[in-house]
């Protein structure tokens, strides 16, 4: 959204921060945590939920009622406010709850905000680690326990040496493991249950390509903010918009993107 002024671009910045300085104060209490229980959202599956995502989401709406209150809000655990400002943040505050209540480090706070085009800002942040990927208004970095590094992604154009993750096995539906599995075979090393963090990896030059479906807006817009910025694309499997949600891929380059989404496409929904 590049008609955002300075001022406001700024205090969007200072606000996402203080979000995620919220949601790790609110989180990290619990990780790790003996007799953490966790609540099912989907009686036909698997879907958990803990007490810190609703403690995460519930501190990140009360920095915004204070200092954005004309702002939307989207939100995993609690849904959606209405706003008036154009603006509208989406929230994930643990993307990647399985892993959290499995004790592995991989999950994060994801937080964006944009309009109704996409992601202005994002923010992946992963709190026991310690590390904040930025990307928003001309920066992308990751604030962590080696300082502050700029983020850049890989310049590999070929599938044939890329690494490719994506978070679970079946990827979807069987029509979504198919198109998965059509890069998957072409590419030198698939890696599998990052979450959110292998969007991370893919800002951070480490990784080609996450190739994702059957996401809420909340699970992408965070990692769009951050990829992009960083250099990267991410779009739907027919090359489109995917800050939506459904089907998602991202990658390190226009390249590597070009071919692996020729391959995508024949499976895009």
């Not at 599956?45 to 920095?63: F, I, K, L, N, S």
């Not at 998965?180 to 979450?195: C, I, N, S």
């Not at 059957?214 to 951050?226: C, K, R, S």
Request: aromatic fraction near 8%; glycine fraction near 12%.
């Amino acid at each position: 959204m590049s008609d955002i002024d300075p001022d406001t671009r700024s205090a969007l910045t200072t606000t996402a921060h203080l979000m995620a300085d919220a949601a790790r104060a609110a989180i990290l209490p619990h990780f790790r945590a003996q007799g953490l229980g966790a609540d099912n959202k989907d009686q036909s599956g698997y879907d958990p939920v803990t007490e810190a995502d609703r403690a995460a989401e519930r501190a990140m709406r009360a920095v915004l009622a204070e200092r954005r209150p004309d702002d939307a809000i989207l939100g995993e655990e609690y849904g959606s406010t209405a706003g008036s400002s154009g603006l509208t943040w989406v929230l994930d505050p643990i993307d990647g709850t399985r892993g959290f209540i499995s004790g592995t480090p991989t999950w994060g706070v994801l937080i964006a905000v944009g309009g109704e085009t996409g992601p202005a800002l994002g923010i992946i942040d992963q709190p026991y680690i310690g590390e904040r990927f930025f990307g928003g208004f001309g920066e992308a970095y990751c604030e962590g326990p080696q300082g502050r590094v700029a983020l850049w992604t890989k310049s590999n154009t070929a599938l044939e040496k890329a690494i490719v993750f994506t978070t679970f096995p079946e990827v979807g539906t069987a029509q979504d493991r198919a198109g998965f599995e059509a890069v998957a075979q072409k590419a030198q090393l698939t890696r599998y249950g990052m979450d959110c963090y292998a969007y991370a990896l893919v800002a951070s030059g480490q990784v080609d390509l996450v190739i994702e479906a059957g996401l809420n807006a909340y699970d992408i817009q965070g990692p769009i903010g951050v990829v992009q910025a960083a250099g990267g694309i991410v779009t739907d499997w027919a090359g489109g918009p995917a800050h939506h949600g459904g089907q998602a891929i991202a990658a390190a380059n226009a390249q590597i993107h070009a071919s692996a989404l020729a391959l995508l496409k024949p499976f895009a929904r």
